[in-house]
């Protein structure tokens, strides 16, 4: 793990991986939404609007997996006090929270039909939105920590401790639906198990898939943006100073 | 579904609102990534 820790050789991989990562996420999550849209046929309960799922559910997985990278990222960075890992951790924040809001208003827009309701303030819903506000707060406390080390102050681990602390609503936000009662279904898909039939599961995957690697391809984007900047930085002060 | 709702337009309203996200969010990164590495750059060769 410490081999990727020089930012050089970061670079290096990274530069060849973002764009890949991006085309191959477009093409998946393109190919898997235009599928959803044209091939799979009505559900029997659901209708027409089963095919929300191919957008909602790879943004509830990428929600919480962006905050479960934060945590890993943060621990990674108290812990071996690796130099990029701090930066992975700010780099997942934005993309989490903009695939989190995705899946709240998808879900929103899907319960109006299924439900009757636009939303209700259960144990799914709510502790999803928490999970949205505390991206809020992790990205404005980076945004100032950010800020302080500029003026010679560190808030790094204040940030990595908060992404840490965090993560205790994702595996509440997972069990939500078996511990309160919920007009969310339970768990359709579970370790090595599927209720869902094969013809909606597949382009499920592909749209995981395609979605993840874009993640990925984010996630590398902003961590090259975020170094370029500190690079930058570095140089014009000792520019100032000499 | 007893309301007799034109399900197609949930559908088309939350497709709409997935990929306008996922694409301004993809834009936005990629845009931001190449601004500050030319900045970068341009700092270097200063």
Redesign the interface.
């Known amino acids: 793990m410490h081999g990727f820790a020089n930012p050089a050789r970061f670079l290096r991989i990274a530069r060849w991986l973002?764009p890949l990562l991006?085309g191959l996420g477009?093409l998946l999550?393109g190919g898997a939404?235009a599928w959803g849209?044209t091939q799979v046929p009505p559900d029997r309960l659901m209708?027409?609007?089963v095919?929300?799922l191919f957008?909602?559910v790879p943004?509830a997985w990428l929600g919480m997996a962006g905050w479960t990278t934060i945590a890993i990222a943060s621990l990674v960075e108290l812990v071996w006090r690796h130099p990029l890992a701090g930066i992975a951790a700010r780099a997942a924040a934005?993309?989490g929270a903009?695939f989190t809001?995705?899946c709240l208003?998808?879900g929103s827009?899907?319960a109006?039909?299924?439900w009757?309701t636009w939303w209700v303030w259960d144990g799914r819903l709510t502790s999803f939105l928490v999970l949205l506000f505390l991206y809020f707060g992790y990205i404005a406390l980076a945004g100032a920590a950010q800020k302080d080390a500029a003026g010679g102050a560190g808030g790094s681990r204040v940030i990595a401790i908060f992404g840490l602390v965090g993560a205790i609503n994702i595996p509440i936000i997972n069990r939500s639906v078996v511990w309160w009662n919920s007009l969310h279904q339970p768990p359709s898909i579970t370790m090595g198990k599927s209720s869902i039939d094969a013809t909606f599961l597949v382009p499920l995957l592909i749209a995981a898939l395609g979605?993840s690697l874009?993640f990925g391809?984010?996630v590398l984007?902003?961590m090259?943006?975020?170094l370029?900047?500190i690079?930058?930085e570095a140089?014009?002060r000792r520019?100032a100073i000499a | 579904?007893a309301?007799g709702?034109d399900?197609?337009q949930?559908?088309i309203?939350?497709?709409a609102?997935?990929?306008a996200?996922?694409l301004s969010?993809?834009g936005w990164?990629?845009t931001?990534?190449r601004r500050?590495?030319r900045?970068?750059d341009e700092?270097?060769d200063?």
Do not use: D, N
């Open positions: 973002t991006f477009l999550a939404l849209l209708g027409e609007t095919r929300i957008i909602h943004s934005v993309p903009t809001a995705i208003a998808t827009i899907w109006r039909p299924t009757g979605f874009l391809g984010v984007a902003r090259r943006t975020l370029a900047e690079q930058t140089r014009l520019k | 579904m309301e709702l399900q197609w949930f559908v309203a939350a497709y609102v997935g990929v996200g996922t969010l993809a990164a990629w931001a990534m500050a590495e900045r970068r700092a270097r200063r």
